[in-house]
């Protein structure tokens, strides 16, 4: 084998199902976080590591963890994700063959399979890059804008009104925290659970703006304690969009199916994998809760 003739270790699948059930174990015990997970911050930061992605000039995505340098870490749309990253440093620190561009695309799998998401295939191959290639700052969405937004900057990545749609379920997970976006609260009432709650919200809800003194968001009528932002009322006043908002709302199914191949897509945007060698996709094991 290449580790026997050159010494290099060549990590094999039982090798990413060790890292996998590392970072499981931390999700299980670090639990004083947010709603008791820091699976939506991990969902949140292989996002981010991806959604940079250009088709026009291929930069960005998540082949590089080019947030781990300042200018791209302090762009305003990655505040407060500094806590995935700081949470993952020990996994890496045991794991040191990793590269940090595949560990937190598996950290953010092993989040959506632990929350009782869908199966999310996984293919390493992702190489770090350095400072040069940190994207310019306005790549990720502004949650304060609407319909054509979405259209140009998840058209720039190669999504289509389905998948927009698909991806913004992960919205079922995790808040907004005043001290990093501005917004506040949460999508859902299970917040740590993957479910098509996000869609059902959208539909069988009143929304009504919010009355404070932060950023123009929404609130539930009935409980004040749920919020939409306005990128998400976009998803049920553009027609396009709502008709997939409708199907998922009816068949959670159909949404763990979409999300997962839709979420694969994001992940996996821009990543050069040897066809040779990476080509099969590895199914990684969720412990058993
Ligand atoms: Fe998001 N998101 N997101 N989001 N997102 C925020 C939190 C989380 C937008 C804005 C925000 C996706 C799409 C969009 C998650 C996953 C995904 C916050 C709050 C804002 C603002 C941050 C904070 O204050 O802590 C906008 C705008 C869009 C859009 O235009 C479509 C997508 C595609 C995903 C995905 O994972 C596929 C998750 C998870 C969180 C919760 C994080 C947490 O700490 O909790």
Redesign the pocket.
Known sequence: SASETTGVFVPKQEDYQKVYNEIAALLQDKDDY?DGSYG??L??LA?HAS?TYDKETGTGGSNGATMRFQPEGDHGANA?LVTARDFLAPVKAKFPWITYSDLWILAGICAIQEMQGPTIPYRPGRMDKDIAACTPDGRL???SQGNKH?RG?FGRMGFNDQE?VA??G??A?????TD??G?DGPWTFS?TVVTNEYYKLLLNEKWNWKKWNGPKQYEDKTTKTLMM?P?DMALVSDKAFKQWVDKYAKDEALFFKDFAAV?TK?FELGVPFDETTQQTPMTLKPTAN
């Open positions: 947010d939506p911050v969902v949140r996002w959604g407060g969405p502004d949650a979405l900057i927009i991806l913004s992960a919205h997970l995790g808040r907004c925290h990093r976006s917004f917040p932002l990128t979420i994001l």
